[in-house]
């Protein structure tokens, strides 16, 4: 186990050091607005200018400004805001418990409702409701995302006036309230590939020798299917939600931008237009992080699904 761990830190370090390079040249050899003018504003001497691009760095070689920026990143100083000339560190941790909030409630959405509806369909195979299930499943795979929000934000918030059609609430109560619609958003989809995998996964694992074993041992039919069925048929299902979960902690750009919600979506899209490349490469460095670290715990979750799988 500890071998296994060891090479996936190893193979994580190299992954979000190959991201982080790689945006760092994309970010900085893409034509934009010289940053220290920008910090220093539109009226600020040539001087004023110069002194702020020696403290950046920026008119050092880019080899040398790379060097400079990763062992920063090292050491968790993801730099300042070319902007506001903040931190990025506190921009970050003021916008990554707004995109966790709904990450949580968009897994939850998945998860409750897409392997429930898959069961069903699975014991109901070929039926009315098996065809139905299905046909759900596969408009919500389909429809876009900014038109699932839309629709969502018509509905709940124009029509029936459930929650508020975008922003953030008043307290902790009117953030949960204002987190509904933005995790229906980004759940449903997820639900819908969720219910057709589960589906598919159990077909596959049903017509194995041990479940016929299992009920051959007079095993009532609920047991064979939760614990013989379902624990082998959810293993392809952590794998994706794992992605998808670190995916979301990433921020989720187009439904964060839809319903105004200022977490790190939303954030890495400002700092694109606003060329504010510390904070871009801030959001690249934590959604990368988020990734790894949802793909390693999937590894560390197979083997308690199916003993069978062996870590090293």
């Not at 070689?61 to 790379?66: G, S």
């Not at 409701?129 to 018509?154: H, K, R």
């Not at 095993?219 to 979301?248: C, Q, W, Y």
Request: with cysteine; glycine share 10%.
């Amino acid at each position: 186990m500890m071998a296994f761990l060891s090479r996936r830190m190893a193979w994580a370090v190299v992954t979000l050091w190959l991201v982080v390079s790689g945006s760092f040249v994309l970010a900085y050899v893409m034509p934009a607005s010289d940053p220290a003018r920008m910090m220093a504003g539109p009226h600020a001497s040539a001087e004023v200018v110069q002194r702020i691009r020696t403290e950046l760095y920026l008119d050092r070689p880019l080899p040398e400004q790379y060097v400079r920026y990763v062992g920063r990143v090292a050491h968790g100083d993801l730099g300042q805001s070319y902007r506001n000339k903040e931190p990025v560190t506190a921009a970050l941790a003021r916008s990554l418990p707004w995109t966790a909030l709904i990450a949580v409630g968009a897994s939850l959405v998945q998860l409750l409702i897409g392997v429930p509806i898959g069961l069903f369909a699975a014991l109901r195979r070929r039926s009315l409701a098996d065809a139905a299930a299905m046909a759900v499943a596969l408009v919500g795979i389909s429809a876009p995302t900014f038109l699932t929000g839309l629709g969502i934000m018509y509905v709940f918030g124009f029509q029936l006036g459930w929650f508020p059609l975008g922003g953030l609430g008043d307290g902790f109560f009117g953030a949960l309230r204002s987190a509904v619609l933005p995790s229906l958003t980004l759940g449903i989809a997820g639900a819908a590939y969720y219910s057709r995998l589960t589906r598919g996964e159990y077909l596959d694992v049903a017509s194995r020798d041990f479940m016929r074993t299992a009920r051959a041992k007079g095993l009532s039919e609920r047991l064979v299917v939760l614990k013989h069925g379902m624990r082998n048929a959810l293993i392809p299902v952590v794998t994706f939600f794992g992605i998808d979960l670190g995916v979301l902690l990433g921020g989720a750009v187009v439904t964060e931008t839809i319903f105004a919600w200022p977490g790190m979506g939303k954030l890495a899209i400002d700092s694109v237009l606003q060329q504010d490349f510390p904070v871009m490469l801030g959001c690249v460095v934590v959604a990368s992080a988020a990734i790894v670290t949802a793909n390693l715990v999937v590894d560390l979750v197979y083997a308690w699904l199916d003993p069978r799988i062996r870590l090293g």
